[in-house]
């Protein structure tokens, strides 16, 4: 197993360009096709899994992951970010930063981004995803997420409907990932030749450390984003979100709540 210190920066990815768009409003009535906002949000997981083509541990890995997607269904959202391969991408750099990501056999993920209960790692070895994501689930930050997704030409618009039952003050934001299905692997360490990637991070539709917004006042907030998916296979791309307390202490971080939908889809309140 290599051990990780950070994705590397100097992977381009010419055919993407990220158009961000933001709003930051109250619901005006205008998404009927969403339903009713509850009186309880569902709530959901962020996995956050660092692997990479060299790495011949993280086809378990993914074999785990594809167990707790199974388990766990749209509760559990994931998001892969490869390192030193094909698929490397340098934006998430300052994520790695954030919560020292300096010293960890791969694979690992973040889970919620919260560090482990007895210790200071944010970033958890696969024989412990399971028991995490349980934990995770388990919460209830009374933040729930609200997606609506369309293709604009060569382009991917979402957007992203936050609603919370309890105000506060805290620096919130939210996280967009744009992710791809089904990449064939160019040469996976420990997998056959047919191996195939999955929840691979392609873009930060956000900035890097998150979009933030204000729970301080209203009940609902929209926001609105565009971003090309010029060479990509639209059929295969994926919206990822979160809603995230920031701090400059990264040990009072956490992701409240999280939600995924297909590009062309619709992720209604739950």
């Not at 749209?74 to 390192?83: A, G």
């Not at 995770?136 to 609200?146: E, S």
């Not at 995924?260 to 309140?269: C, E, P």
Request: aromatic share 10%.
């Amino acid at each position: 197993m290599k051990t990780g210190t950070r994705l590397l920066a100097a992977v381009l990815l010419p055919l993407l360009t990220i158009v961000l768009s933001t709003g930051c409003n109250k619901n005006d009535g205008g998404a009927p096709s969403l339903g009713t906002m509850p009186d309880h949000f569902s709530q959901r997981v962020m996995m956050e899994e660092l692997t990479g083509e060299w790495c011949g541990s993280c086809p378990s890995g993914e074999a785990v992951i594809e167990q707790l997607k199974h388990q766990y269904g749209d509760s559990l959202v994931v998001i892969s970010i490869h390192d030193q391969d094909f698929l490397d991408i340098s934006s998430y750099n300052p994520v790695l930063n954030a919560f020292a990501q300096y010293n960890f056999g791969f694979p690992c993920a973040a889970i919620g981004r919260l560090k482990e209960p007895s210790g200071s790692a944010f970033w958890y070895s696969y024989a412990e995803w399971t028991s995490s994501v349980q934990n995770q689930l388990t919460k209830d930050h009374k933040t729930g997420i609200a997606l609506v997704s369309s293709v604009d030409g060569d382009s991917a618009v979402l957007e992203v409907h936050i609603g919370f039952h309890a105000t506060n003050a805290y620096d919130m934001r939210v996280n967009v990932f744009l992710v791809e299905n089904n990449i064939a692997s160019q040469q996976q360490t420990g997998a056959g030749s047919s191996y195939v990637h999955q929840q691979v991070l392609r873009a930060i539709v956000t900035p890097s450390l998150g979009d933030p917004f204000s729970m301080a006042t209203e009940k609902e907030i929209i926001k609105k984003y565009k971003v090309s998916i010029r060479g990509y296979n639209a059929a295969n791309l994926v919206f990822a979100t979160s809603v995230e307390k920031w701090s400059s202490d990264r040990t009072d971080r956490e992701v409240f709540n999280a939600r995924q939908v297909k590009l062309g889809d619709n992720a209604k309140w739950q």
